[in-house]
């Protein structure tokens, strides 16, 4: 079971990505944007960050960017979880430091599994 930071500024994304990692037995923190979700993540150790990456206020590659800055999220497994599967965000997702790229529309199943797979 690991803590999870699920962001995105769809609430009905949110409660899916909640529902799905709960069911498996995670903790789920949620944020609306980038920067709720660095101010939480500042506060509160999360061992997983899941966030999407068209947000208003700060998108996701800032927040992976703005994260891995920080000491204690150098290692933490960081994904993106969005509408955006061109090769140019990837890499520069990949820049930023995220650990992988699950596009929405997500399956339960295989996000589930990822998640596992990262946290142990």
Not at 107 to 114: A, G, I, M, N, S
């Amino acid at each position: 079971m690991a803590r999870v930071l699920a962001v995105d500024d769809s609430p009905s994304m949110r409660r899916m990505v909640s529902f799905t990692l709960r069911n498996a037995g995670h903790e789920v923190i949620e944020a609306c944007d980038g920067e709720e979700a660095y101010e939480l993540a500042a506060r509160e150790q999360v061992e997983l960050v899941l966030t999407d990456i068209n947000m208003p206020r700060m998108d996701g590659v800032t927040l992976i960017a703005k994260l891995r800055a920080l000491p204690q999220y150098r290692h933490t497994p960081i994904l993106t979880l969005t509408t955006e599967s061109g090769e140019a965000k990837k890499n520069e997702g990949r820049a930023a430091g995220a650990t992988g790229w699950i596009v929405k529309p997500f399956h339960p199943e295989k996000l589930t599994e990822v998640v596992a797979r990262l946290v142990g």
